[in-house]
């Protein structure tokens, strides 16, 4: 199709072109700026109309599949893209038509750091407005609150709203609070006796434990002193002492090479036995 073919359908109906974003803000399909949301109710409610009886027209499935509606690189949008954008374009209208919902849309969009146009002053009152829209900020950056899931969440502009979405029910008042505040401490003191009694027994477990293990490897250590003390059972002379020596050594020999253990056990055995009669005669020529 030639260009000059092309309807521009947007430019028909005095609408500004569709937002290059894949999911444009309610903002943004609408096209609303800073001075436009500051209008008054009556004046915003005539923008919003306007626009969106001009998307109606262009997207309503009923109307958009006689039209050839084409993307801004020359491709024509399929009957799916079309719906998409008119149920973007229903969704938007549904929180901006709505005072409370747009005002509650627009703390989403702008609760980041850099909007902090009233840093937190810790000598403001604690149920301050200050601070509540302080909490918010964190609480969103905390929990990842989004608006169409957590929609309460920013609709709440006080402490007791918040209270109320969190809990679902009314915020306890002072008087409650005055009245039960005895109770509350001491729901308090014991949960905390509880826990840190809990702490001490888990403590003394773990000492139990080391005082167990400490033992036990002292009771090895003086069976292991007693072994060697008796010899292992293998008799008290030096004899006995010596040739225990050499079963172990050819143990630990044995171990090291176990490809040969059959070969090397044979010889060990007949270097031990000439060790032991080296030993004999030497202890004999002492004695005679």
């Known amino acids: 199709m030639a260009d000059e073919d092309v309807v521009d359908h947007h430019k028909r109906l005095n609408l500004h072109q569709w937002p290059k974003k894949r999911y444009p803000t309610p903002i943004e399909i609408f096209n609303l700026d800073a001075a436009d949301l500051s209008k008054s109710p009556l004046e915003m409610k005539k923008i919003l109309k306007k626009t969106y009886v001009a998307y109606v027209k262009l997207y309503h499935p009923d109307a958009s599949k006689n039209l050839q509606i084409y993307h801004e690189n020359g491709k024509e949008l399929s009957d799916a893209v079309k719906r998409q954008r008119f149920d973007q374009v229903q969704d938007a209208y549904n929180i901006l ?5 747009r005002v509650a849309y627009n703390r989403y969009a702008s609760s980041n750091w850099d909007n902090n146009n009233q840093p937190y002053n810790r ?13 918010r900020r964190a609480q969103a950056h905390r929990t990842a609150y989004d608006f169409k899931n957590n929609e309460e969440f920013w609709q709440a502009g006080t402490w007791d709203d918040y209270y109320k979405m969190k809990y679902n029910r009314a915020p306890p008042t002072r008087e409650e609070l005055e009245k039960n505040k005895y109770k509350i401490l001491a729901g308090v003191l014991i949960v905390a006796a509880l826990a840190f009694s809990l702490q001490v027994m888990m403590a003394l477990d773990k000492t139990n434990d080391y005082y167990i293990q400490n033992r036990l490897m002292n009771l090895r250590s003086m069976e292991d002193l007693q072994n060697s003390t ?21 143990s630990s020999l044995l171990v090291k090479d176990v490809g040969e253990i059959q070969g090397n056990d044979k010889e060990m055995k007949e270097e031990d036995n000439e060790i032991l009669v ?11």
């Open 97 to 101: 038509k709505d005072p409370r919902r």
């Open 123 to 135: 000598n403001t009152e604690p149920f301050s407005k200050q601070n509540f829209e302080a909490f």
């Open 230 to 250: 008796d010899n292992y059972g293998e008799g008290l002379n030096n004899m006995d002492r010596v040739r225990r020596f050499l079963i172990s050594r050819r």
């Open 278 to 288: 080296k030993y004999v005669q030497r202890n004999w020529d002492k004695e005679t």
